[in-house]
């Protein structure tokens, strides 16, 4: 099972909601005896704060400076959370009632999901430009990267020669094939398993 821990980059959240969330992470670990910082740390992570909500508001109607104020003040406070939120896995040793304790928003723990199913969509259509195609099949959450596979007819009775395409997202466009030739395609999705379930095959002539 894996360790609990807290999230240590906090760059999502939006810019008028980051100094309240640091500033409640700082309340709960000022005093927090599950944890032990430099004697300047917090201090200095308070300082971060106040700075970052200045120049927000700042930047609110202000001048293109303000902004760029206003961006270097959120890069540091950012890198102070995280150094601060690295701190807290480390001293909280895998302690769910210490890492909430805090202020930090707890990590979801991967819970093991198994083979992954069959892709029950994919569709290829020909690209822009000569020798591509674009690939898509129906998105599955826990899939880490969609992995679409192609050979040129006849295709090999081995997957392992077939070309592979690794993308993080559903869609890809790829190019690299032969105008005029016919090509098999079919795709898999790719989650914490070595194990794959293919979809079916089709077929298409690259244009």
């Given at each position: ?52 909500a200045a120049k927000y508001e700042a930047s609110r109607n202000g001048t293109k400076a303000d902004t760029i104020a206003k961006n270097i003040a959120r890069k540091a406070l950012l890198d102070a959370l995280r150094a601060t939120a690295s701190q807290v896995n480390v ?117």
């Amino acid at each position: 099972m894996a360790t609990p821990k807290v999230i240590i980059d906090y760059s999502d959240l939006p810019e008028g909601e980051l100094d309240n969330f640091a500033q409640a992470v700082l309340d709960k670990l000022t005093g927090n005896t599950n944890f032990t910082f430099a004697a300047n740390e917090l201090t200095a992570l308070q300082a971060l704060i106040t700075d970052y909500a200045a120049k927000y508001e700042a930047s609110r109607n202000g001048t293109k400076a303000d902004t760029i104020a206003k961006n270097i003040a959120r890069k540091a406070l950012l890198d102070a959370l995280r150094a601060t939120a690295s701190q807290v896995n480390v001293q909280a040793g895998g302690s769910l009632v210490k890492q909430e304790s805090s202020g930090f928003t707890q990590a979801r723990t991967p819970s093991k999901i198994g083979v992954l199913p069959k892709p029950d969509v994919l569709k290829v259509k020909t690209g822009a430009n000569s020798g591509e195609l674009l690939f898509e099949t129906s998105a599955n959450e826990d899939a880490d990267v969609y992995l679409f596979y192609v050979a040129q007819v006849p295709a090999p009775v081995t997957i392992d020669s077939w070309r592979v395409i690794t993308s993080n997202k559903r869609k890809i466009n790829a190019g690299g094939f032969t105008p005029g030739k016919e090509y098999e395609i079919k795709c898999a999705y790719k989650g914490s398993e070595e194990a794959l379930i293919y979809s079916d095959t089709i077929r298409i002539f690259s244009q």
